[in-house]
């Protein structure tokens, strides 16, 4: 039986949702350069597969962390899939803006949440795990625990590691950069030579860059 990963890793390569551009380098948020890029905001265009982010993601939730009181999205890439997350799972919803609004409110977390929730956070992706922390450190700041958080996927760097670790936040994901590299190179959506540049850049993601 296939795991989920590459269950996930199959689907997002089937919708193209995986970009290899070694020769015109991605932008991160954390301001890395990177030839892949992961882009799971597609898979809210495809029913089926939105439903199926949706199951895995209210499952793992469901077998991992007990008792929630409450879901937070990362804004704004898993604001809907948490918001969907949610509505299954008939908890409260809430989001966490990566600043705060500057007019209106000037909420950095949009919804209400009380203190002693117990809160599962859900992300798109993590590459450094600066963004996902952010949103947590907001919300243990409102009196919250923060039990968990479950992402679509994750590049496995050994910076988030270690941040998520010291953070004291179990992170569970539906796939990673392992086994999404594993199916591509498995159905013929990467070569062996595309192997070769992605090795390079993941000896040293921080400084890479297209030479
Ligand atoms: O682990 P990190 O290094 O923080 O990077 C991952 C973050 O980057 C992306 O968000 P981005 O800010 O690009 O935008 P979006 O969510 O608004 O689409 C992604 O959705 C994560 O939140
Ligand atoms: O780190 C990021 O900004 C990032 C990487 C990636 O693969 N996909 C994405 O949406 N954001």
Known sequence: MKTLEKLFAEKLLKIKAIKLQPANPFTWASGWK???YCDNRKTLSYPSLRNFVKIEIARVILERFGQVDAI???ATGAIPQGALVAD???LPFVYVRSTPKEH???NLIEGELRPGMR????EDLVSTGGSSLKAVEAIRRDGCDVI??????TYGFA???KAFKEAKVPLVTLTNYESVLEVSLKTGYIQESDVEILDEWRKS???WDAK
């Open 34 to 36: 990177s030839p892949f």
């Open 72 to 74: 937070a999205g990362v």
């Open 88 to 90: 299954l799972l008939n």
């Open 104 to 106: 209106g409110l000037e």
């Open 119 to 122: 809160v599962v956070v859900i």
């Open 148 to 153: 968990g958080m479950v992402a679509a996927f």
């Open 159 to 161: 910076v988030a590691d």
């Open 205 to 207: 993601p921080a400084d």
